[in-house]
């Protein structure tokens, strides 16, 4: 049997074809789909010629239907709905509304707007998947420019040609101390007040946000006594309250700290710390479009009950 040529084939002539098919009769079928006759009779035949089988056995007073024509009858309505799916599918996808979201995440970014942010993606495109990738920064960039991460949330990331930066948040830095340790009882702490103290880090030379919190010690008249350095915020914190030193936190790491962790504000206050968005520029990903405008609306929201109360949200 010679090969089909599919480029014969067109919807319009398929679905001549099943109206006929349902009337058995040219002037009736011809009639729902607003035609003359001979056109159809036209099309129908050059179907068969295309098939190289008759489709209808015609009579002068009778259309039936050929063994070939109902087995036909049976497949075409799948193309249709083959078609259907293809363009609803098309659809979502253009929406962002299926798909996959590849995140980049350090661990202290798992704490207040962005797991909120992940369960409402979840909530408003229950069709997408997001995988979350805990990385350290600098791989969570080399993910991004070579394109197995479509977004990464951390803090001050560095610059770089072809990515852009959003900051999605900014919050108080604290310090996280021993419950029972003696600056445990003040209401609120110098960072001059540290200078004596055995500090536990995240890593230096590896975190920019390390950088800045050891540079900002430097700056308020010691060079801080770092008794050890880590990678997970839940390290850190685990060390503290095992009185291995204290710690420098944005203020939401409260939520992740075991009850022998006290944090204190710092007077004066330095610098908030902000949370980036980081993603390849003129990324067309309608997708990540719609995450990002989730984390901006719910900074909003944030935002403003922030306003409204003294206590901070995030």
Not at 30 to 57: V, W
Not at 59 to 76: D, W
Not at 104 to 129: D, K, N
Request: include cysteine.
């Amino acid at each position: 049997m010679d090969k089909l040529d599919l480029r014969q084939f067109n919807l319009r002539t398929l679905r001549y074809f099943l109206v006929l098919a349902e009337e058995l009769h040219f002037g009736r079928a011809a009639k729902r789909l607003n035609m003359s006759q001979p056109p159809l009779s036209q099309q129908i035949r050059q179907l068969e010629d295309s098939l190289g089988c008759p489709l209808f056995s015609r009579s002068h007073h009778n259309v039936e239907l050929t063994t070939a024509g109902h087995v036909f009858r049976e497949q075409v309505p799948a193309i249709f709905a083959q078609l259907e799916k293809a363009v609803t599918v098309a659809r979502q996808t253009a929406a962002g509304q299926v798909g996959r979201l590849e995140i980049g995440i350090i661990s202290s970014s798992l704490v207040g707007v962005v797991p909120v942010a992940l369960e409402r993606f979840r909530e408003c495109y229950p069709h997408t998947q997001w995988t979350l990738h805990e990385l350290p920064p600098n791989q969570q960039i080399e993910g991004l420019l070579e394109k197995r991460i479509d977004i990464c949330l951390f803090r001050m990331p560095p610059r770089h040609e072809g990515l852009h930066q959003e900051m999605i948040m900014e919050e108080e830095l604290m310090v996280a101390l021993p419950h029972a340790h003696p600056l445990a009882a003040r209401a609120s702490l110098d960072l001059a007040d540290l200078r004596d103290q055995p500090f536990v880090m995240f890593g230096l030379q590896k975190s920019r946000f390390a950088d800045f919190l050891y540079a900002s010690c430097v700056k308020a008249g010691f060079v801080p006594q770092i008794r050890q350095q880590v990678v997970e915020v839940q390290t850190l914190l685990s060390l503290v309250g095992a009185n291995m030193g204290v710690a420098l936190l944005p203020a939401s790491m409260r939520q992740l700290a075991q009850r022998n962790v006290t944090f204190r504000t710092i007077t004066p206050p330095l610098p908030r710390i902000p949370l980036y968005a980081i993603y390849r520029e003129n990324d067309p990903s309608p997708i990540l479009g719609n995450f990002l405008r989730i984390l901006a609306g719910l900074v909003e929201e944030n935002s403003k009950a922030e306003e409204g109360s003294s206590i901070p949200v995030i």
